[in-house]
Each structure stands twice: as C-alpha cells, then as structure tokens.
C-alpha cells in the first residue's frame, strides 16, 4: 500500500498531526518523504490543513477531505 493510501485511512476516523502520522507509518520522524506526500495529498485536496489560517502552527493537524473519503472508498472496492 503507498503511503498516500495509507495516510488517508489513518485520516479517515480522525485528524492527526505530522508527528502522530509518522507513528502511524512507524517512522522514527517527520522525514521529508513524508512532508512531500502530505504536500501533495494538500495539492490534490484530498486532504486538508485542520487550521487554514496557521499552516505552520505547532498545534496543526490533518483532516481527509470529501474527495479524499470518496477516493478511499473507492480504493476499498476495488
């Protein structure tokens, strides 16, 4: 399973920051690897920033869009 597909279904009950992610994926730290898919998962707005206004925030979290829980149910079908 890639590790966009992964974070998703760890978003998919509730958000969760960069830190908890990585301890989903078992990773020791945030890694860029996995700030570059966050990045693009945001691009492709299947997921979102929990606080817009403060991207950078020490507090922030990620939440799975609308499209990104359609995307992942249609992943589960299949």
């Known amino acids: 399973m890639a590790q966009s597909d992964m974070l998703l279904k760890a ?3 509730a958000p ?3 830190g908890e ?3 989903i ?3 020791n730290s945030k890694t860029g690897a996995l700030k570059r898919t966050i990045k693009e998962l945001i691009e492709q707005q299947l997921i979102e920033y929990k606080l817009p206004d403060k991207p950078n925030s ?3 979290k990620y939440q799975i869009t609308e499209k990104g829980q359609e995307l ?3 992943l589960q079908i299949k």
């Open 25 to 27: 994926l078992d990773m």
């Open 11 to 13: 978003l998919k009950d």
């Open 21 to 23: 992610l990585a301890g």
């Open 72 to 74: 992942l149910k249609s």
């Open 58 to 60: 020490r507090l922030q």
């Open 16 to 18: 969760l920051s960069t």
